[in-house]
């Protein structure tokens, strides 16, 4: 049974140009969380998606990011138009999901985006 | 809205001596507590949770967590230190009314050999 599987592992784009990170959860869980990693600030929750719905994104910044996980294929973390600040490493997790879950949350092994 | 925090950036400890890594929440319902561990360039591991039940919690590699109610804590415990269990630890909680999980800073533990 594969675990998350995240791509690109290393990504690097210049200002201005978009970055575009995958994630496949693993079989049998419906739902991804995305989080953004910056040395000394720890895990920042960013979006929370089931298949085809958005169910938390708090922590997503208002301008140039998206997420979407759609019926078929992976959840995508998009970034436009990405600027230094955006370099990070960003992980994604999967979880059964649902109410009734109290189980723990699946790590991918993260893209890192460094932008020049 | 719930929250966490992680007092210590860092931890140091000698091998073979007791360590503990602090951690307090905030939620409004109920809460799930967990905690992960990172080793350098990957994700995170899953060690272990508390849902309800016994206040004492045994999880992955010999680490143990309690959970005080009464002083919202749920702090990371283990006999006896590794070197090996040098590493970034979280903490993290979900408010049992949703299933949005939210995560501490971080505590870097290091084992002194």
């Known amino acids: 049974n594969a675990g998350v599987m995240q791509n690109p592992r290393h990504l690097v784009r210049r200002r201005g140009q978009e970055a575009r990170l995958r994630c496949s959860p693993m079989k049998g869980h419906s739902h991804v969380y995305w989080y953004r990693q910056l040395p000394e600030e720890g895990l920042k929750f960013m979006v929370y998606l089931q298949k085809e719905n958005i169910i938390d994104e708090s922590g997503m910044p208002k301008e140039r990011f998206s997420a979407e996980f759609p019926k078929e294929g992976p959840s995508i973390l998009r970034i436009q138009q990405v600027v230094r600040g955006d370099s990070a490493a960003y992980f994604c997790?999967?979880?059964?999901?649902?109410?009734?879950?109290?189980?723990?949350?699946?790590f991918g092994e993260g893209s890192r985006l460094t932008v020049l | 809205a719930q929250s966490v925090a992680q007092p210590e950036d860092q931890v140091n400890v000698a091998e073979g001596n007791p360590l503990t890594v602090k951690c307090t929440y905030s939620v409004s319902g109920n809460p799930y507590l967990f905690w992960y561990v990172q080793y350098p360039n990957r994700g995170l591991q899953f060690l272990l949770k508390y849902i309800t039940g016994d206040n004492l919690v045994k999880g992955s590699y010999g680490f143990e967590a309690e959970f005080n109610k009464s002083q919202t804590s749920f702090h990371l415990k283990k006999p006896s230190a590794l070197v090996s269990d040098s590493a970034l630890y979280f903490c993290?909680?979900?408010?049992?009314?949703?299933?949005?999980?939210?995560f501490g800073k971080g505590t870097r533990l290091h084992i002194l050999p």
């Open positions: 993290a909680v979900r408010d049992n009314r949703d299933d949005k999980i939210i």
């Open positions: 997790a999967s979880s059964i999901g649902g109410r009734g879950n109290t189980g723990e949350l699946f």
